[in-house]
């Protein structure tokens, strides 16, 4: 079984990249998604976080948790010391699950950053200017332009990615022009299972 890591920076086109290969029949882990629902009730992030407000209705709130480690570095590495390893184990149970299959997919935003290169057989890296990058977040997330600067400063520059990734597709042109890219990368994959 082929492992694949789907990476990028933070509105960089990943989840549409994502559901190309979808409805292309592969199996796709969103680890956003397995994040979101590992913070839902985290005891261990409660009790880290116990001196701030993170909570809204009983369950954690990524957004008033976003707004505090996005705004202090070293909060931010605590979250991640607890979130990450636990990403770490549903990815492991996401490849158990799926013994038998010629490639998987894993969508990793963090990838570089949470030091998780090894688990995969290749990497994928999707590119997209900053200054688009920008424009989505302000646009889909409602964010200021200061708090998305935070958010896109807070990774790796994709220069330093594209070095350690073994594929790159440029997301800056249309939508025909990155499913085309897709469908090549699909077709490389597939040779080499």
Known sequence: MLKVAITGNIASGKTVVQKMLENSGFKVMDTDIAAHDLLDDNSEVIQAFKDFDISENGKISREKLGKIVFNNKNLLEKLNSIIHPQIREK??????????KNIVFVSIPLLFEC????LFDKIVLIRTPDSVRLERLMKRS?????YALKRISSQLPESEKA???DFVINNEGDFEN????????VQTLLRLV
Do not use: Q, R
């Open 178 to 185: 990155l499913s085309d890219e897709v469908s090549k990368l």
């Open 115 to 118: 030091g998780m290169e090894n």
């Open 163 to 165: 070095a350690k990734s």
């Open 142 to 146: 409602g964010y200021s332009k200061e």
């Open 91 to 100: 990815i492991d149970e996401f490849f158990a699950e799926n013994e038998g």
